[in-house]
């Protein structure tokens, strides 16, 4: 089989596609033949050597941990209805997923029905279970008026279209050419690069934001966190910016808000709960309330993936095509 393999830490550049021996299935486990990998903003961070608290695994490597395709074969112990199964998996810790065939334990699999997207059931498994768990902490409103930052990545365009159908109001924030893109989701969207982009986000919400969902932090975290008026919530999801949105006591008190940290214990409880996370998010594609936005590359360009990913070229969820 086709692969991306790394021998070292470091850049893009590590990453190499090369010819590997075809992996084969143990006990409980089955092999698929990888038609989408997921391709995610940690996997740069795991190639490079900087994933901390993530121990660095050992080397060489296949990375990748999510993927969708078809069961081409079984190890012992696993059902026979499971062979030529179209199924989506998160392969754990385990990697391997940046490869033509990938092997993964049955009890992490997902049946995928057709007509399913095998890219936007990738985007489920990984993405959209964070998604889930987010939503679960944040616990929206049908008096919310919300505002989503990030707008434009997997994760923020799920929550944006999440809050859209269940929130009184809901605007993105974006960046660029890139709220077009968000745009087309059918959402209010905003350029955080302008000026006035705050008081932006008030008309388009006809008021402030009540919750303000951060997966940024830095300097635009604080300044969404300025908006919320008295009872407002603010959910801390993640720190693209290099940094969380700094807030204290004192500013919670002096403000009568809340903050919530919704990640954590509320994404990784147990492996039922990931897994339960994982179904509902896979429910929501079903059902047509998620699109999520998708960026591909070839498998052969898994560098270029991680490039643009670190460059914050992309929208939405990049996937690996084989």
């Known amino acids: 089989m086709y692969a991306i393999q790394q021998h070292t830490f470091g850049g893009p550049e590590v990453l190499t596609y090369t010819q590997l021996p075809d992996p084969a299935p143990g006990p409980g486990q089955v092999r698929v033949r990888v038609e989408v990998a997921g391709v995610h903003r940690i996997d740069t961070r795991i190639r490079a050597g900087t994933a901390d608290p993530h121990a660095r695994p050992s080397l060489p490597m296949v990375p990748g941990r999510e993927v969708a395709g078809v069961v081409d074969a079984i190890g012992a112990d696993v059902d026979d209805r499971w062979h030529g199964q179209p199924v989506v998996a998160h392969l754990g810790t385990a990697s391997g997923g940046y490869a033509e065939l990938a092997v993964a334990p049955v009890d992490a699999l997902h049946e995928l029905d057709p007509p399913t997207d095998p890219a936007a059931a990738v985007a ?13 902490a944040t616990r929206i409103q049908p008096t919310d008026r919300v505002v989503v930052l990030a707008a434009s990545g997997g994760l923020g365009a799920l929550l944006l279209q999440a809050a859209d159908r269940t929130a009184k109001a809901a605007v993105g924030a974006a960046r660029g050419d890139k709220t077009e893109l968000v745009g ?6 905003v350029d955080h690069r302008d000026e006035d982009w705050t008081a932006k986000v008030q008309r388009a919400l006809a008021g402030p934001p009540t919750v303000v969902i951060d997966p940024v932090g830095g300097t635009l975290g604080r300044h969404a966190f300025e908006l919320l008026p008295p009872g407002g919530r603010h959910a801390l999801v993640a720190a693209t910016a290099g940094t969380t949105t700094q807030l204290n006591a004192d500013d919670l008190l002096a403000r009568g808000v809340s903050a919530v940290g919704t990640l954590g214990p509320h994404l990784a409880r147990d492996a039922g709960h990931t897994r339960a996370l994982q179904r509902r998010a896979l429910e929501r594609l079903a059902r047509g309330q998620w699109t999520p936005l998708l960026t591909g590359f070839r498998l052969a360009d898994a560098s270029e993936a991680h490039r643009t990913i670190e460059a914050r070229e992309t929208v939405g969820k990049v996937i690996l095509r084989r």
Not at 125 to 133: D, E, F, P, S, Y
Not at 184 to 189: E, I, K, N, R, W
Request: aromatic letters at 0%.
């Open 184 to 189: 087309s989701l059918g959402v209010p969207v």
């Open 124 to 136: 489920m498994v990984g993405t959209g279970r964070t998604a889930m768990a987010v939503l679960d």
